[in-house]
């Protein structure tokens, strides 16, 4: 480096470099796969929406000149609540917009830097064929504008990102986002699409300490993000802003992963993605549960959504799910389907203790609410929450003419258990019922035999507390 | 290292009376390290000494300077030398107005501008090593690179200065040196900048024959945990000689003779 440049020194160098950056000559013209010849038609302006939202599917059968308008923007944003962090974006938000072209047109890239910038930034598109993805055409310093073309060649979803020295800073700041080249008879018709992006960021504070953070250089080297989060901010896609289907819907996910270290194991719990654009590209695979999205790269999945319910977006790297914020919601809304998905009950396994008890209970509906609780969290678990029992297993308490026969033989075996063979609607039991005196007061059992007694199809009845306690002092005294 | 007075103190006084001559130090010769690789080596360099400016330029000596020199004034100077984005934030040609306090570093200058500034106090713009060996420095420290804090601190520092405007001179200690706010407030041409190429998106060193025959010279980062100088070298190359931008201004350097 020399010290003093004078003045036509510098112009001289810097018009040598035009000369030698310039190519050679013009492609010849050939049959290029993915090449649909010259755009047609008058430009289109490419309408960009922010993320979770995508641009509306193209139903166009030609190439055309698709004007595509990005502005790098660095702003201070939440991460999470009450955590601010110094965003570089494109457009103002991280991920930026989803761009959709179809393969063969022509995008025409504009690419603003506010004026207000610290850095000169740039763009390095996957889906660009040619040096740094277009990342050496388009650098561009603050107040100033670059304009790019290239031609959309081969078809996939692609990562577009910052490609500024020092890069993994760019990306991790936030400067990343998805371009999806449709081919060109376009993509199946589903009923919503979404857009979900991956980033992993470094903060001087511990994850959640609020205030303004800064970016942390060491944790950066060392790839010990503070936050692993989707779309940029903890809480981008749940609770009010959780993504939505309804029963019987397909739904379209487009999930890039900006890195810039991490790879995801993106996967939504409750779901099975039908299909599965293995790295954005057009090997298709069906029925996965969990697939990789590399740093820098993407993919396209498809899932049903055929039950109600909140689907859960998570990295399947599970601590980055429920300690660093990478977790999101789909809301599916609709009638329940219990032929498909049916809580039938719930309860501690045989024998184990049960919660130690309530004082007995002496109002009616008390007694039958108290029973029910008993029946749900013990008795459940083996005669089922409909009291049908197990054919072969265990014996039905519904329409049981073993119970209704005689109910206070009941009190015995609910406090002592029953072994041996029995024949409840004439069908033969020969399984163990541990006893259940111990883990239940006299009301509970009171209370529970009352409650069944008087559901399921039986004849009525009641069992009183001074019953039971009159047939466990009779026990102890045998 | 006593400040020295600029030799035409009184010249310049005779001019603007209010502005405050600028003060130098001297920084003495010695040895380092460049955190850049240009063409591929990294080698030890040895510095001559040479007298830096303590502040970076500021507003109230930039309007001093295009008092004296109508030529150098927005909407008088040629578009070859200074973009439209010159001096941008002030009112009017010789008024820079309330947006722009005296004591902030002077931006929106080009490199053309800068250099003809420095000319006129007999001095010109920092080679990039010349800027680097000093700003090496932290308060105690002739080279402080090598700490993690330090490096940390910086670029917390820089990343805090949002908005268009850079801060206010004199807020941090001096350096090792006695020079204010080389590091934190903005990006500072160099006489050379135009010559260091780095690869046309910065992401690996450029080919060295290309360049050499193009003039320039290949550069990559030897030291890439100085990613506050990446960031600074990245927002410098991506310049024109005649862009103004809203974060880079410059100070000055003088030879000395006879040392």
């Given at each position: 480096?020399s010290?003093?440049?004078?003045?036509?020194?510098?112009t001289?160098?810097?018009?040598?470099?035009a000369i030698c950056?310039?190519?050679?000559a013009?492609?010849?013209?050939?049959?290029?796969a993915?090449?649909?010849g010259p755009p047609?038609?008058?430009?289109?302006?490419?309408?960009l929406?922010?993320p979770?939202n995508?641009?509306a599917p193209?139903h166009?059968?030609?190439?055309?000149?698709?004007?595509?308008r990005?502005?790098?923007?660095?702003?201070v944003k939440?991460m999470a609540?009450?955590?601010r962090?110094?965003f570089w974006t494109?457009?103002g938000?991280?991920?930026?917009?989803?761009?959709?072209?179809r393969?063969g047109d022509?995008?025409?890239l504009?690419?603003?830097n506010?004026?207000g910038?610290?850095?000169?930034?740039?763009?390095d598109?996957?889906?660009?064929m040619g040096?740094g993805?277009?990342?050496?055409?388009?650098v561009t310093?603050?107040g100033?504008?670059?304009v790019f073309?290239f031609?959309a060649?081969?078809?996939g979803t692609?990562i577009?990102?910052?490609a500024?020295a020092p890069v993994?800073?760019?990306?991790a700041?936030?400067?990343?986002?998805l371009?999806?080249?449709?081919?060109?008879e376009?993509?199946?018709k589903?009923?919503?699409e979404?857009?979900v992006?991956?980033g992993d960021?470094?903060t001087?504070?511990t994850?959640h300490e609020?205030?303004l953070?800064?970016?942390?250089?060491?944790?950066l080297l060392?790839?010990q993000?503070?936050y692993?989060?989707?779309?940029?901010?903890e809480?981008s896609?749940t609770?009010?802003?959780?993504?939505?289907s309804?029963?019987?819907?397909?739904v379209?996910?487009f999930?890039g992963?900006?890195?810039?270290n991490l790879?995801?194991?993106?996967?939504?719990?409750?779901?099975?993605?039908?299909?599965?654009?293995?790295?954005?590209g057009?090997?298709?695979n069906?029925?996965?549960q969990?697939?990789l999205v590399?740093a820098?790269?993407?993919t396209m999945?498809?899932?049903?959504?055929?039950?109600p319910?909140?689907?859960?977006?998570?990295?399947?790297s599970i601590?980055?799910?429920?300690?660093?914020g990478?977790?999101?919601?789909?809301?599916?809304?609709?009638p329940?389907?219990?032929?498909?998905?049916n809580k039938v009950?719930?309860?501690?396994?045989r024998?184990a203790?049960?919660?130690k008890a309530v004082a007995a209970v002496?109002?009616?509906?008390?007694a039958?609410?108290?029973?029910?609780?008993?029946?749900t969290?013990?008795?459940?678990?083996?005669?089922?929450?409909?009291?049908?029992?197990?054919?072969?297993?265990f014996p039905p308490?519904?329409?049981?003419?073993y119970l209704?026969?005689?109910?206070?033989?009941?009190?015995?075996i609910?406090?002592?258990?029953?072994?041996?063979k029995i024949?409840v609607n004439s069908?033969?039991?020969?399984?163990?019922m541990?006893?259940?005196?111990s883990?239940?007061?006299?009301?509970?059992i009171?209370n529970v035999l009352?409650?069944?007694?008087?559901?399921?199809?039986?004849?009525g009845?009641s069992?009183?507390a001074a019953?039971v306690k009159?047939v466990?002092a009779g026990?102890?005294?045998? | 290292?006593?400040p020295?007075?600029m030799a035409?103190?009184l010249?310049?006084?005779a001019?603007a009376p209010?502005v405050?001559?600028?003060?130098?130090?001297?920084?003495p010769a010695?040895?380092?390290v460049?955190?850049?690789?240009?063409?591929?080596?990294?080698?030890r360099?040895a510095?001559p000494?040479f007298?830096?400016?303590?502040?970076?330029v500021t507003?109230?000596d930039?309007?001093?300077f295009?008092?004296?020199?109508p030529?150098?004034?927005?909407?008088?100077v040629?578009?070859l030398?200074?973009?439209?984005?010159?001096?941008?934030a002030?009112q009017?040609?010789?008024?820079p107005?309330?947006a722009v306090?005296a004591?902030?570093p002077?931006t929106?200058?080009?490199?053309?501008a800068?250099r003809?500034?420095?000319?006129?106090?007999?001095a010109r713009l920092p080679?990039?090593?010349e800027?680097e060996?000093?700003?090496?420095?932290?308060?105690?420290?002739?080279?402080?690179?090598?700490d993690?804090a330090r490096?940390?601190?910086?670029?917390s520092s820089?990343?805090?200065g949002?908005?268009?405007?850079?801060g206010?001179?004199?807020?941090?200690r001096a350096?090792f040196y006695?020079?204010r706010?080389?590091n934190r407030l903005l990006?500072?041409?160099?006489?050379?900048?135009?010559?260091?190429?780095p690869?046309?998106?910065?992401r690996?060193?450029g080919t060295?024959?290309?360049?050499?025959?193009?003039g320039g010279?290949a550069?990559?980062?030897?030291d890439?945990?100085q990613?506050?100088?990446?960031m600074?070298?990245a927002?410098l190359?991506?310049l024109e000689?005649a862009?103004?931008a809203?974060r880079v201004?410059?100070?000055?350097?003088r030879d000395?003779?006879?040392?």
């Amino acid at each position: 480096m020399s010290r003093l440049l004078s003045t036509v020194l510098v112009t001289a160098s810097l018009l040598a470099i035009a000369i030698c950056a310039m190519p050679s000559a013009a492609a010849p013209r050939a049959t290029l796969a993915g090449d649909f010849g010259p755009p047609q038609g008058a430009p289109i302006e490419e309408k960009l929406v922010d993320p979770p939202n995508v641009p509306a599917p193209i139903h166009r059968n030609y190439p055309a000149r698709v004007i595509v308008r990005l502005e790098t923007r660095e702003v201070v944003k939440e991460m999470a609540d009450g955590v601010r962090y110094t965003f570089w974006t494109f457009n103002g938000t991280t991920p930026g917009p989803l761009i959709r072209v179809r393969q063969g047109d022509t995008v025409e890239l504009h690419l603003k830097n506010d004026p207000g910038s610290h850095m000169a930034h740039n763009i390095d598109m996957h889906a660009v064929m040619g040096p740094g993805g277009g990342a050496a055409a388009t650098v561009t310093p603050p107040g100033h504008e670059s304009v790019f073309t290239f031609k959309a060649l081969r078809s996939g979803t692609f990562i577009y990102h910052c490609a500024t020295a020092p890069v993994p800073m760019h990306i991790a700041n936030g400067m990343y986002g998805l371009i999806v080249v449709e081919p060109p008879e376009g993509l199946p018709k589903v009923d919503h699409e979404y857009y979900v992006v991956q980033g992993d960021f470094y903060t001087s504070g511990t994850y959640h300490e609020p205030g303004l953070q800064s970016f942390d250089m060491q944790k950066l080297l060392a790839e010990q993000p503070t936050y692993v989060l989707f779309n940029g901010r903890e809480g981008s896609l749940t609770g009010a802003n959780a993504l939505t289907s309804k029963v019987g819907d397909t739904v379209r996910l487009f999930v890039g992963d900006g890195g810039p270290n991490l790879v995801s194991s993106f996967h939504v719990i409750g779901g099975i993605f039908d299909s599965v654009n293995i790295e954005g590209g057009t090997l298709v695979n069906h029925n996965v549960q969990t697939t990789l999205v590399p740093a820098g790269g993407a993919t396209m999945v498809e899932l049903s959504t055929p039950v109600p319910g909140t689907l859960l977006l998570v990295d399947h790297s599970i601590t980055r799910a429920f300690m660093q914020g990478a977790l999101g919601e789909i809301k599916v809304s609709g009638p329940l389907q219990p032929q498909l998905y049916n809580k039938v009950s719930s309860g501690p396994v045989r024998g184990a203790a049960a919660p130690k008890a309530v004082a007995a209970v002496s109002n009616v509906n008390d007694a039958m609410a108290d029973g029910k609780r008993v029946f749900t969290q013990i008795c459940s678990a083996c005669h089922q929450g409909n009291a049908m029992g197990l054919p072969g297993a265990f014996p039905p308490l519904a329409m049981s003419d073993y119970l209704n026969a005689d109910p206070k033989r009941a009190i015995g075996i609910v406090l002592n258990g029953l072994s041996g063979k029995i024949t409840v609607n004439s069908t033969g039991y020969e399984s163990v019922m541990p006893a259940q005196g111990s883990s239940l007061s006299d009301g509970e059992i009171a209370n529970v035999l009352t409650y069944v007694l008087n559901n399921f199809n039986n004849k009525g009845g009641s069992i009183s507390a001074a019953e039971v306690k009159a047939v466990r002092a009779g026990d102890k005294s045998k | 290292m006593k400040p020295i007075r600029m030799a035409g103190l009184l010249m310049l006084l005779a001019i603007a009376p209010a502005v405050i001559a600028a003060d130098y130090v001297t920084i003495p010769a010695g040895q380092f390290v460049s955190a850049l690789a240009i063409d591929g080596s990294t080698s030890r360099i040895a510095m001559p000494s040479f007298a830096m400016r303590t502040e970076p330029v500021t507003q109230a000596d930039y309007l001093a300077f295009v008092a004296a020199h109508p030529e150098w004034r927005r909407g008088r100077v040629s578009p070859l030398l200074a973009g439209p984005q010159y001096l941008a934030a002030w009112q009017g040609p010789l008024t820079p107005g309330p947006a722009v306090p005296a004591r902030q570093p002077v931006t929106e200058v080009s490199w053309f501008a800068a250099r003809a500034f420095c000319a006129g106090e007999q001095a010109r713009l920092p080679s990039w090593y010349e800027w680097e060996y000093v700003a090496a420095a932290d308060a105690t420290r002739r080279d402080a690179r090598g700490d993690p804090a330090r490096n940390q601190a910086l670029l917390s520092s820089i990343l805090a200065g949002s908005g268009n405007r850079p801060g206010t001179i004199g807020r941090h200690r001096a350096n090792f040196y006695g020079v204010r706010d080389i590091n934190r407030l903005l990006w500072e041409w160099t006489g050379d900048y135009a010559a260091m190429f780095p690869n046309a998106d910065a992401r690996v060193a450029g080919t060295g024959a290309t360049l050499a025959l193009c003039g320039g010279s290949a550069l990559a980062f030897a030291d890439k945990n100085q990613y506050a100088l990446i960031m600074r070298v990245a927002a410098l190359t991506a310049l024109e000689p005649a862009d103004d931008a809203p974060r880079v201004g410059f100070r000055c350097v003088r030879d000395i003779h006879g040392e």
